[in-house]
């Protein structure tokens, strides 16, 4: 076991050994997932006896049972398949939040009943920004770094904008 937590550790990952005898398996296991502990290697007796190791990812709740040799090249491709895993659902669920919306009353309606990011032209002046945050508490939140130049109208204004700017409510 001991071998195997260097391996780990060596490849630059971070292990927690848990062989405390105070608890049974099943609350640890939550214990950790409570944690947000990625994955989990669990030993027994009979794991021992087979050459084997219990891998379970938190990201799809799946388990496998896989045999010793090879398991710290298993887990360090399980840790990067895992948070690219988690980057593609996060950047999903963001990109569903976020509405393209050009006209005020159509923006004002929306954010009352949809909520969420509303990616809307902006005229660069602070009286506009205060107008919108006077009529609907919502406020700038970024220039979205990855935003490209594009002409268009101001929602409130009616200006000319160069570039789309984040629109929400902080709750």
């Not at 937590?5 to 060596?10: I, K, V």
């Not at 909520?115 to 032209?121: Q, T």
Request: aromatic share 8%; charged share 35%.
């Amino acid at each position: 076991m001991k071998r195997l937590l260097e391996a780990l550790r060596a490849k630059g990952i971070s292990v927690k050994y848990d062989d405390r005898d105070t608890q049974k398996p099943g609350w640890k296991f939550a214990e950790y997932e409570l944690q947000g502990v990625p994955v989990r290697l669990a030993v027994g007796e009979r794991d021992l006896e087979n050459n084997t190791i219990e891998v379970a990812r938190r990201d799809t709740l799946e388990k496998a049972t896989l045999p010793f040799d090879g398991i710290v090249e298993h887990v360090e491709n399980l840790l990067n398949e895992i948070q690219e895993n988690i980057y593609r659902k996060a950047l999903a669920f963001r990109d569903s939040m976020i509405t393209k919306v050009d006209d005020y009353e159509e923006f004002k309606r929306l954010l009352e009943t949809k909520g969420g990011f509303f990616l809307c032209h902006w005229d660069g002046t602070p009286e506009t920004e205060e107008q919108i945050k006077a009529d609907t508490k919502a406020t700038i939140r970024c220039i979205p770094f990855d935003s490209p130049e594009e002409e268009g109208r101001d929602m409130v204004s009616g200006k000319p904008s160069h570039r789309r700017v984040l629109i929400a409510k902080a709750y």
